[in-house]
């Protein structure tokens, strides 16, 4: 079989007497949906940060497409083609919706670009802005100031922005939270129009959209996997039943 698009072995991080991320070893199928679930506390969001790079693990690997990249930034990992939506990508809410995306743009782009021209209309930056915008479905906002969306909007833009970079694997720790049902069920659309096409590591509380989207689910419980499988296998595991689902059906 070939090699997993991510794989972690032993990984650990503690924030002083807690072990937020107990010894996580989890494999994400290039082209997969993999969805990480488990309750408050679980050590979801430390998984996502040792992945991204915004803080390092006390111990353990990360492998990205072949690549040992545990000790690289989040820049670095980016540029491999490891983009994480929501928090590190900010959005400027005086900016347009598009120059946002630019600036995502160029920030991926880094060195290479031309910093004299002005970003907003140097095609390289504002084309593959536009298509990203398109993907999220807000193209009719692009000139309407960030500060003008709606929550579910703005996460839409914060994907955009993650696409922006045209990463092989999207890490999106919980895109739903906060939304209504209908913003909740169009991100449900984009997740499931951008699988195949993107490896995506997935944090979502809502298990409805879980087993809809997700080709393999791991459970995680007070920083550890207790389980991970197809979204059936998990569905029947009496210990994630006993350790999350009961509780959260
Ligand atoms: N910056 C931090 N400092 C100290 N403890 C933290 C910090 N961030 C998270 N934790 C603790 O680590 C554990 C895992 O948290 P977190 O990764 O946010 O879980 P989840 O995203 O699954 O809700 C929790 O016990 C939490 O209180
Ligand atoms: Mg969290």
Known sequence: MAEPLLATAGLVKRY???????????AVERGHLHAVIGPNGAGKSTLIGLLSGEMAPGAGTIRF???????LHVHRRARLGLARSFQVTSIFH???????VVLAVQAHAGHSFRFWRPASRDPALVEPALAALERVGLAERRHDP?????????????????LAGDPAMLLLDEPMAGMGPEDGRRMVALLESLKGERTILLVEHDMDA???????????????VIASGRPDDIRADAEVRRAY???AA
């Open 146 to 162: 960030a500060a003008t969306l709606s929550h579910g909007e703005r996460r839409q833009l914060e994907l955009a922005m993650a």
């Open 65 to 71: 497409n072949g690549h040992d990249v545990t000790r």
């Open 94 to 100: 005086s900016f347009g919706v598009l120059a946002n």
């Open 16 to 26: 002083g007497g807690v072990v937020a991320v107990d010894h996580v070893t989890l």
């Open 245 to 247: 689902l009961g509780e």
């Open 210 to 224: 879980v087993f809809q989207l997700a080709d393999r689910i791991s459970v995680l419980v007070y920083g550890a």
